[in-house]
């Protein structure tokens, strides 16, 4: 079946700083892409979708300028948390449509110390 | 009011036993509705998409009910492998557009 991937897997930085967390559609082209993020115990909320070409569309309550989101090739979508905090440390995961169903990658999570 | 809402758990059930989840989705324009499986610290896993008239799949059998807007999901015969948490999904328009994930439902099977 179509795999996605994410990269890094797992990342621990300071307060303050940024991370860029990658999501590749590895053997099909995808237009859209979709940013989740998971807290503990908790289920999966859309962040936003990420369009090839264009603007990201945030879901309501998700800060655009905080959360960046580019799409720059069909089978790329990246996310910069951007001047991280504590609270933003999240399993974040991506999912790509493809012909039959989404996808998603194995997740990212972060740690922001 | 949620998009889509679940009774979180857990269903502690020993082996062999039958168990059903239900979901309740709040948008009735939703079009294409699925359960996933997650388990802990992955990412969730497609188990089946739920059609209007239903659909089974060895053990595991969706129904859809359009008038009272939910979903359900039985498993026969559990399984020690079938613990984790199910999570329910609606999208509002079909062509696996945006998915609303409910909080899941988490199945403990116990020997």
């Known amino acids: 079946g179509a795999v996605v991937s994410q990269h890094p897997s797992w990342v621990i930085c300071k307060s303050g700083t940024s991370v860029k967390i990658e999501c590749r559609s590895l053997d099909f082209q995808a237009t859209t892409m979709f940013w989740y993020r998971q807290f503990p115990k908790q289920s999966l909320m859309l962040m936003a979708t990420?369009?090839?070409?264009?603007?990201?569309?945030?879901e309501q309550g998700v800060e655009k300028d905080k959360f960046l989101i580019n799409h720059a090739s069909l089978t790329l979508s990246t996310l910069t948390v951007t001047s991280a905090h504590p609270e933003d440390s999240s399993f974040y995961i991506c999912s790509a449509s493809g012909q039959h169903e989404q996808y998603f990658g194995p997740g990212t999570r972060l740690t922001v110390t | 009011r949620k998009e889509v809402e679940q009774d979180p758990g857990p269903f502690n059930v020993p082996e062999g036993a039958t168990v059903a989840f239900n979901c309740t989705y709040s948008n009735s324009a939703s079009q294409s509705f699925f359960w996933y499986r997650q388990d802990c610290r992955k990412e969730p896993k497609l188990l089946m998409s739920v059609y209007s008239s239903g659909n089974e799949d060895g053990r595991f059998t969706a129904q859809l009910n359009r008038a009272s807007q939910y979903i359900s999901l039985l498993i026969r015969d559990s399984k020690l492998s079938d613990s984790a948490t199910y999570l329910c999904v609606v999208t509002p328009l079909t062509g696996f557009n945006k998915f609303y994930f409910g909080s899941g439902t988490k199945l403990n099977v116990k020997p």
């Open positions: 990420s369009n090839e070409g264009s603007k990201a569309t945030y």
